[in-house]
């Protein structure tokens, strides 16, 4: 009888030691939003011609909408800016931010960029720059809106989204580059282009997508995601108004090289003249659910 009483004792004990054991979970990955803003509120461009930068022209101020503060200093970034490339003392390209209609109906602050004529390589993209956690899964997105003229001219581009990895120059060297096009055929129809090369005449990979169609002289909303990688786990995710544009898996760097800068917005190409507005722009660690 006793050896009984023992024995169920011991089962009551194991029972319950078993059902108040923490059991492991799996936590889904919650992404962090590391930046947002509007260009609302505070948010100027600061037009000061500083010494020895290469004209670089900062963006500066807290958008109080979102609590968000220019310059962005995501992945440890430093000095970010707008860059005025072969600009002729800003008259072939100029920025500033407007008050406009936005995607939503009603009154906002943009980004404006207009592109007059090209100097020799003439752009302004906003870099984000210094970056010292380039091996980092970003995702990005805002609104756009583009004009329409020079989207119809045969045989042309711009480019309007990019990162470089060190190492990557115009001869083919160690690194890589992302980079998002509008293209127009011969027949002056626009369509899109996804690439990732080793320098421009050499892609690692390109996709054309001329099944969804790029709108003109309306707001539309663009993505972007990648998981950094040299192998086969490796992502570049491109969408347009939520419709896949490429969506390309494998290598998103070479030789192992992190990414340097980022150019988060673009007004570069040989279509003239052309002008766009950015707006409600969001920056994740990962894709937002």
């Given amino acids: 009888m006793k050896n009984r009483i023992i024995i169920s004792i011991a089962g009551v004990l ?19 939003l590391l930046f947002k803003s509007g260009f609302e509120s505070n948010v100027y461009i600061d037009d000061t011609a500083y010494p020895d930068n290469e004209d670089y022209r900062y963006i500066k101020g807290t958008d109080n909408e979102t609590g968000f503060s220019w310059p962005i200093n995501i992945l440890g970034a430093t000095e970010s800016a707008l ?92 690194g890589f580059r992302l980079i998002a096009f509008i293209y127009t055929d011969n027949d002056g129809i626009p369509y899109w282009h996804w690439q990732g090369d080793a320098d421009p005449e050499n892609p690692v990979w390109e996709i054309d997508n001329k099944t969804v169609p790029v709108p003109v002289n309306k707001w539309f909303l663009t993505e972007f995601y990648w998981h950094w990688s040299e192998g086969d786990d490796g992502r570049a995710l491109w969408k347009i108004n939520g419709q896949i544009i490429g969506d390309h898996y494998g290598p998103t760097t070479r030789n192992s090289r992190p990414i340097d800068f980022i150019i988060l917005t673009q007004i570069y190409g040989n279509a003239n003249p052309k002008y766009q507005w950015i707006d409600d722009i969001e920056i994740w660690d990962g894709i937002p659910k």
Avoid at 125 to 131: F, S
């Fill in 14 to 32: 194991l029972i319950f030691i078993s059902c108040n054991k923490e059991l492991p979970t799996e936590i889904p990955d919650k992404p962090t």
């Fill in 83 to 174: 860059h005025y490339i072969d600009d002729e003392n800003h008259q072939a390209v100029r920025s500033e931010i407007q008050t406009v209609i936005g995607h939503t109906g009603d009154s906002t602050k943009a980004l404006y960029n207009i592109e007059y004529y090209d100097v020799k390589v003439t752009q302004c993209p906003y870099e984000i720059l210094n970056i010292q956690e380039g091996t980092k899964d970003l995702y990005v997105k805002y609104w756009m809106k583009l004009d329409s003229a020079s989207l119809f001219q045969p045989d042309m581009w711009r480019a309007i989204f990019e990162y470089k990895t060190k190492d990557y120059t115009e001869n083919q060297s160690k």
